[in-house]
């Protein structure tokens, strides 16, 4: 596999599948057990940070050295992108927000669904990653992607402003979950949608890929959606993908 061969030269590794260890984006500590909603242990997971979220660890964010694996031309045949997208039907016109947007494998695609009046945000932690998404939106032609700098804590997007955001293979990353969600769920209009779309830790298929940090049952993401001040419901699980859950949270009207 050409990836491999990259891996091998820059000396990288993988973050989430099974079999080589993980590029770190960030090794600095991480928050003190104080606070209350997460909880530090010190045996846990070598995929994980340490800290833990109503019962699942976190998992470290992928470094933006690996941003060609998110671009590998296989993806789509594995990860079937094209049906996420039809599956969560964009109108022209619409605000969509990609959280974790990475390198804008997602964005691009998603830029072409909203057309040219509608626009998409894009939105990361690492700069690095929102730089080769702007290049790659601007040797595309793409006028309708917005890069946007967000903090682990906050994706800073106005409030009231968005149709759907949407996080593929992101939200176990999140440093602070609980604070995402509440940041997203502020930014999304009344009746807008939030969708996780995590690798299956249910399928014993996706457990021997993918490491297990980096996937998520669809219990947990509803039991961890459905904290009552969020003002979230959920609305459906799409079952289109080979390998990963859709699951879809509406902002109540
Ligand atoms: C595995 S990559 C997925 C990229 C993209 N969604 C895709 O599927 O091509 C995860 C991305 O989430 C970003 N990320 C992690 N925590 C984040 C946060 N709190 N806010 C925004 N982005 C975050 C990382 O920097 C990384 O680019």
């Known amino acids: 596999m050409r990836f491999r061969h990259f891996l091998a030269i820059t000396g990288c590794s993988l973050a989430f599948l099974v079999g080589p260890e993980l590029v770190a984006a960030d090794e600095k500590p991480t928050e003190s057990a104080s606070e209350s909603r997460y909880e ?4 846990h ?8 979220y109503m019962g699942r660890e976190i998992a470290r964010v992928m470094g933006w050295q690996a941003a060609p694996w998110l671009e590998r031309p296989e993806r789509e045949k594995e990860e079937k992108l094209s049906s996420l997208v039809k599956s969560l039907e964009i109108k022209p016109g619409m605000t969509v927000a990609d959280i974790g947007a990475g390198s804008g494998v997602i964005s691009a695609m998603m830029a072409k669904a909203v057309g040219e009046n509608g626009t998409v945000l894009a939105v990361d932690i690492q700069d690095e990653m ?3 998404l702007d290049k790659k939106m601007k ?6 992607v917005t890069p946007v700098l967000g903090t682990e804590k906050d994706p800073n997007l106005k409030p009231n402003t968005v149709d759907l955001a949407f996080m593929v293979d992101v939200y176990h990353e999140f440093a602070f979950p609980y604070e995402m969600t509440a940041k997203l769920a502020k930014a999304l209009k009344p009746g807008g949608r939030l ?3 995590e690798y299956r830790k249910e399928d014993p298929k996706v457990r021997r890929m993918i490491k297990l940090v980096h996937t998520m049952t669809e219990a947990q993401v509803k039991k961890e959606a459905s904290q009552p001040e969020f003002g979230l419901k959920w609305k459906e699980t799409i079952d289109v993908l080979p390998v990963q859950h859709i699951i879809v949270f509406e902002k109540k009207k």
């Open 130 to 132: 929102l730089s080769l």
């Open 45 to 52: 997971d070598p995929n994980g940070i340490g800290k833990f």
């Open 195 to 197: 969708v996780w779309v």
């Open 40 to 43: 530090t242990r010190l045996r």
């Open 139 to 144: 040797a595309r032609g793409i006028m309708n």
